[in-house]
C-alpha cells in the first residue's frame, strides 16, 4: 500500500508510526473534529473506533423503524451489534432497576441509534456554560458553530398546502455542512390538536426555535436526509477521499500514555487477546468516545481520583477527581394512551395498512415510515407545568449538596453547588425549559430537562475490555422526584383539553389505579428510562469546580490531550443533545486549529 492511501485500515500494521492528530472514538464528536482537522491536506488524521460501519439495513436507516420499537413496524439498532449494550448499575431511587444505556459501537456512534430529533436548546442553557467559568462559550458564539455543521431543508411546500404552518427562519440554519436537518413530509392528524391543546394552554407556540427561543411547544427537525429520507449520520462528515485521513476500525484505545506532562502515544487493540499496538501523537491526541467511555480512557490513563485510581492499583499520572464526576442525564416516563383519528399509529396493527404505507414509503419516500412517530413537542419552564414557588422554596431550603454521593470530591461539590444554585433561581425563569413533552398518538412523555441529580461513571477492572461503571444516581436528588409528579399531573392536564377531548385521548397506562402523589412518585420509579442524553462526565469547569477540561477543552495537567464529545458539556441544555454536540465539535476543531 502507498504511505497515505486514505483508507480505511482493519489492521493495526497498516497504520503509520505517528499522526499528527490521534482522534479516539468515530462516533458524533470524532467524526466531525476528524474532518475539520484533515481539511488541510498537509495534517494527518487517524481516527480510532471500537465498531465498524454499518450495511444501510433498513432498521438503522428508516426513520420510523429505525426510532421505534413496535413489533408491527420492526425493531432499531438498540439491543444490535452497532449497541454497546450496556446497563446501569441498579439505581435505588428505581427500586433497583438497572436502566439500559444504549451506545454506539460503530462509526457514527450514536447517530447510528439515535431518534434523530434535532433541535437546540435555549440562549440561557448555553449561557450558563459561561457563568460557570467557561469565557466564550454562550448561545451567541455557539451558533454559528451549530449552522456550521447543519444541512437545513426547509418544510415541503406540500406541507404548507395541507394546512400546516411551519415556520423556520434562515438566519438560524445552514446549509453547507455535513448533517441533514429537515422536516418530515408526513404529519400524524393528531398533531392538530397538540398544537390546539398548547394554544389552549396558553404556551407560547415558537416559530423557529433554533435560535434560542425555544421554551413553548414547536415543529423540529429531524436528522434525515430529505432527498431519500434516510437516517442522517455523522458519517456526513467522514470524507474517505483525503489522502490524510485513516481510520482504524474494530479497535479499542485501551490507554494514552503521558511523559513527562505531554501525551506521547495512543495504545489500541481489537480484542482482550490480541496484541497492544501504539500510535505516536506529534500534535494532540482528541478523545471522542463519548460520555460513558472517555473517563474510562482516562481512569485507565492513570487521570482521575488518585482514591480510586490506587484501590485498582492504577498509578496517578494526573490527580483529576473530576473525572466521571457530574454525570447527569434527562430522563422520560412512558405514559400510554389512545387517540381516536384516523389514521393513528395504532394503524401498525393492521398488517396490511402497515404493508401499505412501506410500499408507500418504498415508491414515493412518503407517509408515515418518514417520521419518528411525532414532529411537535414542548419545552416549558416549570413556572408552566408545575407550582414554581413551591420547587423554588423546596430547592432554596436544600442544601446543595447534601444528596450527593457521601465520597464526592470537594472540588466537584463546590462545581455542584455553583450547578444548583443556577438550577434553584431558574426555577422560577420563564426561558429555562424543565420538562419536555414529547407528544405521539400513543404517549405523552414528560422528560426531566434539568436534572438536580448527580451520578458518576467509573471503573472496577483494570481490563479496557471490561465495561464502565455506570451510576447515574437517578432521582438521587427529590426535586427531580416533585418536577416529575408535576410533569406527569400536567401530561393529564393536556389531555383534558378540549382539543384533545376532540379526538377522546385516552389514558391507557397507567391510568386511575395511579391518582395520588405518593402513587405517581411509585408509577416514576417504577417507570423512568434514560432519554440517552449523558452528559459531564469530563466536564468542562474550572477546576476548582470539579473541572476536567478548561474552556479550550484542554485537559489539565496533560499537554496535548483534549476531550471533545458530550462528557464535557457541564450542564446539559434543554434539547436532545446531538444539534449541541456538532456545534461543540465544530467549535472544538477551531480551537485546535488556532493553537497550532
Ligand atoms: C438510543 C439513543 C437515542 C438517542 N436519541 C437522540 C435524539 O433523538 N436526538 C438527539 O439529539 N440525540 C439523541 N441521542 C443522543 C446523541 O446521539 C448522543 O448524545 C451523541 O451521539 C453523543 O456523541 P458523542 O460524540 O459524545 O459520542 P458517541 O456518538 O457515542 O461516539 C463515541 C464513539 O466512540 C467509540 N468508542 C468508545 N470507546 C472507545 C474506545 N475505547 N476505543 C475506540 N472507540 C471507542 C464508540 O464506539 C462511538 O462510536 C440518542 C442516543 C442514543 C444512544
Known amino acids: 500500500r502507498q504511505a497515505f492511501p486514505g483508507i480505511i485500515l482493519d489492521r493495526a500494521s497498516e497504520i503509520l508510526q505517528s499522526y499528527d492528530y490521534v482522534v479516539v472514538g468515530g462516533g458524533l464528536s470524532g467524526l466531525v473534529v476528524a474532518n475539520r482537522l484533515s481539511e488541510d491536506s498537509g495534517t494527518t488524521v487517524l481516527i480510532i473506533e471500537a465498531g465498524g460501519f454499518t450495511e444501510n439495513e433498513d432498521w438503522v436507516t428508516i426513520p420510523l423503524i429505525t426510532s421505534s420499537n413496535d413489533p408491527a413496524v420492526g425493531h432499531g439498532p438498540i439491543g444490535s451489534k452497532y449497541d454497546w449494550n450496556m446497563t446501569s448499575i441498579p439505581q435505588p431511587e428505581l427500586g433497583n432497576r438497572s436502566v439500559n444505556t444504549p451506545a454506539g459501537k460503530v462509526i457514527g456512534g450514536g447517530t447510528v441509534l439515535n431518534g434523530m430529533v434535532f433541535n437546540r436548546g435555549s440562549r440561557a442553557d448555553y449561557d450558563r456554560w459561561e457563568a460557570l467559568g467557561n469565557p466564550g462559550w454562550n448561545f451567541e458564539n455557539l451558533l454559528p458553530y451549530f449552522k456550521k455543521s447543519e444541512i437545513f431543508t426547509p418544510p415541503d411546500l406540500k406541507l404548507e398546502a395541507e394546512g400546516w404552518d411551519i415556520q423556520y427562519n434562515p438566519a438560524y440554519h445552514g446549509e453547507h455542512g455535513h448533517v441533514h436537518s429537515s422536516f418530515a413530509p408526513f404529519v400524524w392528524p393528531s398533531t392538530r390538536n397538540y398544537i390546539n391543546a398548547m394554544k389552549e394552554l ?13 421554551t413553548g411547544a414547536y415543529w423540529f427537525t429531524q436528522s434525515v436526509n430529505p432527498e431519500n429520507e434516510t437516517r442522517s449520520t455523522s458519517q456526513g462528515f467522514y470524507d474517505p477521499s483525503r489522502p490524510n ?10 490507554k494514552a500514555i503521558i511523559e513527562s506532562g505531554k501525551v506521547e502515544c495512543i495504545e489500541f487493540s481489537a480484542g482482550e487477546n490480541a496484541t497492544t499496538s501504539s500510535v505516536k501523537v506529534l500534535k494532540e491526541a482528541i478523545l471522542s468516545a463519548g460520555a460513558l467511555h472517555t473517563p474510562q480512557i482516562l481512569l485507565l490513563s ?23 464526576a457530574n454525570y447527569h442525564d434527562h430522563l422520560l416516563l412512558f405514559i400510554g394512551q389512545t387517540v381516536n383519528v384516523s389514521p393513528n399509529v395504532a394503524n401498525f396493527s393492521n398488517q396490511t395498512w402497515t404493508s401499505e404505507q412501506f410500499s408507500l414509503y418504498e415508491s414515493e419516500r412518503e407517509g408515515p415510515f418518514t417520521t419518528l412517530g411525532g414532529n411537535f413537542f414542548a419545552f416549558l419552564p416549570a413556572g408552566t407545568f408545575s407550582n414554581a414557588t413551591a420547587l423554588s422554596s423546596a430547592a432554596t431550603a436544600q442544601q446543595a449538596s447534601h ?7 470537594p472540588t466537584v461539590r463546590a462545581g455542584y453547588e455553583a450547578q444548583f444554585a443556577l438550577l434553584t ?7 429555562v425549559a424543565y420538562m419536555e413533552f414529547i407528544f405521539g398518538d400513543n404517549t ?27 451510576d447515574p444516581r437517578y432521582l438521587s436528588n427529590p426535586l427531580d422526584l416533585a418536577l416529575f409528579v408535576a410533569g406527569f399531573e400536567y401530561a393529564r392536564k393536556i ?13 391507557t397506562y397507567p391510568g386511575a389505579s395511579v391518582m395520588t402523589s405518593e402513587q405517581i412518585e411509585e408509577f416514576v420509579r417504577g417507570g423512568v428510562s434514560t432519554e440517552h442524553h449523558h452528559s459531564g462526565t469530563a466536564s468542562m469547569l474550572p477546576q476548582e469546580l470539579g473541572g476536567v477540561v478548561d474552556s479550550k477543552l484542554r485537559l489539565y495537567g496533560v499537554e496535548g490531550l483534549r476531550i471533545v464529545d458530550a462528557s464535557i458539556v457541564p450542564m446539559v441544555p434543554a434539547a436532545h443533545l446531538q444539534a449541541t454536540l456538532y456545534g ?13
Not at 396558553?202 to 425555544?214: K, L, Q
Not at 485521513?245 to 485501551?254: A, C, E, K, P, Y
Not at 481520583?305 to 483529576?320: F, K, R, Y
Not at 433561581?425 to 420563564?430: A, F, V
Open 425 to 431: 433561581s431558574d426555577i422560577s425563569s420563564s426561558t
Open 444 to 470: 405523552i412523555l414528560p422528560a426531566l430537562h434539568q436534572p438536580f441529580s448527580r451520578g458518576t461513571v467509573s471503573i472496577n477492572s483494570t481490563s479496557p475490555f471490561d465495561n464502565p461503571v455506570i
Open 495 to 507: 389531555r383534558g383539553t378540549a382539543a384533545m377531548q376532540e379526538i377522546n385521548v385516552t389514558e
Open 584 to 596: 461543540i465539535a465544530e467549535k472544538a476543531a477551531d480551537l485546535i486549529k488556532s493553537s497550532h
Open 403 to 409: 444528596y450527593l454521593s457521601p465520597n464526592t470530591p
Open 302 to 324: 492513570g487521570i482521575g481520583e488518585t482514591a480510586h485510581l490506587s484501590s485498582l492499583g492504577i498509578e496517578t499520572v494526573v490527580d483529576l477527581p473530576g473525572v466521571g
Open 202 to 214: 396558553e404556551v407560547p407556540i415558537i416559530n423557529d426555535a433554533m435560535g434560542g427561543d425555544a
Open 245 to 254: 485521513l485513516h481510520l482504524l476500525i474494530g479497535n479499542r484505545v485501551t
